[in-house]
């Protein structure tokens, strides 16, 4: 499953041009800032999911809230106060006390401003969550499923993956982490 890919799908075409025309973004800048946007997000989950509390926390977050429902109607979902309220508490889960870097990262990469980077990284955090969530609500996955899936995307192959990952702890670190979760959860999994 390339969740970026199906996430960039969600948002071709009117979407891209919502934000673009909200941001005062050409469409291509746009394009461009969406795609790292959604590059930082996926980074910043795997980050999270590399313990077994934060793959627990991940795997409650989506059978609770994030199921697919902001797919229905994207465009809509870029205008919802809600939505957006609701993606500055997920960046906070995501990065931490790293929020601010990670989006003064993301505006470089980008070539946009760093309130713009921020508008699109608290835009694009629940409709990535909610494509994941889609994903374990229609295949019937667990936690170590969505550590498989997170496991199995290829941010460190960008540029702005591997600088959102050193930010967050670094590569190796990180590569390290999520092959000690997806162990634990095997292990538990057998018991």
């Known amino acids: 499953m390339d ?3 199906l996430v960039l799908d969600q948002l071709a075409g009117q979407a891209t041009g919502k934000i673009a025309k909200l941001q005062g973004l050409d469409k291509s800048t746009a394009y461009s800032a969406v795609d790292t946007a959604v590059t930082a997000i996926i980074a910043g989950l795997q980050q999270n999911v590399s313990t077994k509390s934060g793959a627990g926390k991940l795997d409650a977050a989506l059978a609770s809230k994030h199921q697919g429902s ?3 109607d994207v465009t809509a979902a870029l205008d919802d106060a809600s939505v957006q309220e609701d993606g500055v508490k997920i960046l ?3 990065f931490g006390d790293k929020k601010g870097a ?3 990262s993301v505006a470089k990469q980008a ?4 309130a713009a980077a921020g508008d699109i990284l608290g835009q ?3 409709i990535v969550l909610d494509q994941l969530g889609k994903t374990k609500k229609s295949d ?3 936690a170590g499923d969505l550590v498989n899936i997170l496991v199995g995307q290829k941010t460190s192959d960008t540029a702005v993956g591997s600088v959102i990952q050193d ?3 670094g590569k190796r670190k990180g590569l390290v982490g999520i092959v000690l979760a997806l162990l634990t959860l095997f292990l538990a999994k057998k018991k």
Request: without cysteine; charged residues 10%.
């Open 124 to 126: 694009l955090a629940p």
């Open 3 to 5: 969740l970026k890919q």
């Open 140 to 142: 019937g996955l667990d």
């Open 102 to 104: 990670v989006t003064d």
């Open 70 to 72: 902001i797919l229905a």
């Open 111 to 114: 070539g946009v401003s760093t």
């Open 92 to 94: 906070s889960h995501i």
């Open 167 to 169: 930010i967050l702890g």
